[in-house]
């Protein structure tokens, strides 16, 4: 038997499994139907069939439901429903930047270079990065091929975005210096005590000291 390259090992393991990204699915969906934004309970997007060829996709942007209420996914509703402040109507989100590898084989989006993408190898928790090849420069993360349509990118991570999707402290993009506590769909600011910067990889405030406190939309990371 011939020894396989590394390229083909890559397409076997992608056979074995797929990813779960945390974008909106007009999978099974109908003309008009509308499906929850996976980042924000209180918005949802439309699905519409721009070719009438049976494969429906989300809107460009997502739709906000009036003030008072939340998009409630129940297949028996998959509306805006008024908000009952008495039970936790605000769960299962996720974050479009925080890409995970759960199962050897899965190919992932690179969250920020879409001529990039991850590999997941085994029980290692750091994927293996790809380039895409000059001649197909951009990764179609909906068929785990490279393509030189950049249409096709994954571009629903924006770093400068407050994002909450579950309980606890999340990075001010803007402010090193301060942070947010975050309970869905609620965010509060918060500063750090005085000579001191947050964290984002501990999650709390620690002393301030040269080179710890770099905002990350002005270092070129957008």
């Excluded at 020894?3 to 083909?8: I, K, Q, V």
């Excluded at 076997?12 to 309970?41: F, I, R, W, Y």
């Excluded at 998009?71 to 479009?96: A, E, H, I, M, R």
């Excluded at 090193?176 to 769909?185: A, F, I, L, Q, V």
Aim: net charge negative; charged share 20%; hydrophobic share 30%.
């Amino acid at each position: 038997m011939w020894p396989l390259s590394l390229a083909s090992i890559l397409l076997l393991l992608a056979a074995l499994a797929s990813a779960q990204l945390c974008v909106p699915d007009c999978t099974n969906m109908h003309e008009g139907d509308k499906v929850m934004d996976p980042t924000n309970c209180l918005r949802f997007y439309y699905c519409s069939d721009p070719d009438n060829n049976g494969h429906p996709v989300p809107s460009s942007e997502p739709i906000t439901c009036p003030e008072g209420f939340y998009f409630n996914p129940s297949p028996y509703v998959k509306d805006c429903d008024k908000v009952d402040p008495d039970k936790d109507y605000c769960t299962g989100l996720c974050d479009p930047c925080a890409i995970e590898c759960k199962e050897p084989g899965t190919l992932l989006p690179f969250p920020r270079d879409c001529h990039k993408y991850l590999v997941c190898l085994g029980n290692n928790p750091e994927p293996l990065e790809i380039n895409c090849p000059d001649d197909k420069p951009f990764f179609d993360y909906k068929t785990d091929l490279c393509s030189d349509d950049n249409s096709l990118c994954y571009n629903l991570c924006d770093p400068c975005k407050v994002l909450c999707v579950k309980k606890g402290k999340v990075l001010d993009p803007h402010n090193c210096k301060g942070y947010y506590y975050c309970d869905p769909p609620q965010v509060a600011p918060f500063e750090c005590p005085a000579g001191e910067v947050f964290n984002a990889q501990d999650l709390v405030c620690e002393a301030s000291s040269s080179g710890n406190c770099t905002n990350i939309c002005e270092v070129g990371l957008l």
